[in-house]
């Protein structure tokens, strides 16, 4: 299957600071990458769809101001958590849509936490 | 409001055994309908997926059935194993756009 990678897989930032997490799609073109955030063993909520070379999408309730999204590439989405607290700690997957919406496929995940 | 339902929440079967996770819908706009399998700390993966123009998919183990009228499919596990323990979500994606819709996910334990 297609490949999406995801980086870092963990970080820890202090309150108040701002920390991105990248989502590249490493074997395809993706128009559309998809964010979302996990809390544990719960299911996958959806942030907000991204598309290339346009605003993206954000869910009811997800502040735009505070999970920033940019999609400059067909290859390359990133997610920019900004002025992050401890509630803001999560697990945050990126997936990308291949041949425009067939499928998506995930990314392995990034572990914020906000200290 | 959850478009798509998912049951059981936790499922426990013994080594060898057939692991059977159902889904639900009601939006008949739905024509795609993967299952993802998840392991703790990370990203779900693609397992096997369905389009409404059949009743049933198998790959390997895994099997999907469909029943379109009654709005509903479900994922078979045969000859279920220790390491197929995970976290498994079904999906489903509406034919007028990209967005994926998700189940609540079934916490799978296959014990030895």
């Known amino acids: 299957g297609a490949v999406v990678s995801q980086h870092p897989s963990w970080v820890i930032c202090k309150s108040g600071t701002s920390v991105k997490i990248e989502c590249r799609s490493l074997?395809?073109?993706?128009?559309?990458m998809f964010w979302y955030r996990q809390f544990p063993k719960q299911s996958l909520m959806l942030m907000a769809t991204?598309?290339?070379?346009?605003?993206?999408?954000?869910e009811q309730g997800v502040e735009k101001d505070k999970f920033l999204i940019n999609h400059a590439s067909l290859t390359l989405s990133t997610l920019t958590v900004t002025s992050a607290h401890p509630e803001d700690s999560s697990f945050y997957i990126c997936s990308a849509s291949v041949n425009s919406g067939n499928t998506i496929y995930f990314g392995e995940g990034s572990w914020l936490t906000v200290v | 409001q959850q478009q798509v339902k998912q049951s059981p929440q936790s499922l426990i079967v013994q080594k060898g055994g057939i692991s059977i996770i159902n889904c639900a819908y009601e939006?008949?706009?739905?024509?795609?309908f993967p299952w993802y399998q998840q392991f703790p700390g990370k990203g779900p993966a693609l397992l096997i997926a369905i389009r409404p123009d059949v009743s049933e998919k198998k790959e390997g183990r895994f099997t999907i059935s469909f029943n379109k009228s009654a709005k509903q499919f479900s994922l078979h596990i045969m000859d279920s194993q220790p390491g197929d323990s995970a976290t498994y979500f079904c999906?489903?994606?509406?034919?007028?756009?990209?967005?994926?819709?998700f189940g609540t996910g079934t916490s799978l334990t296959v014990i030895p």
């Open positions: 991204s598309n290339e070379g346009s605003k993206a999408t954000y």
């Open positions: 074997d395809f073109q993706a128009t559309t």
């Open positions: 939006n008949t706009a739905f024509d795609y």
């Open positions: 999906a489903a994606r509406a034919n007028t756009g990209n967005q994926f819709y």
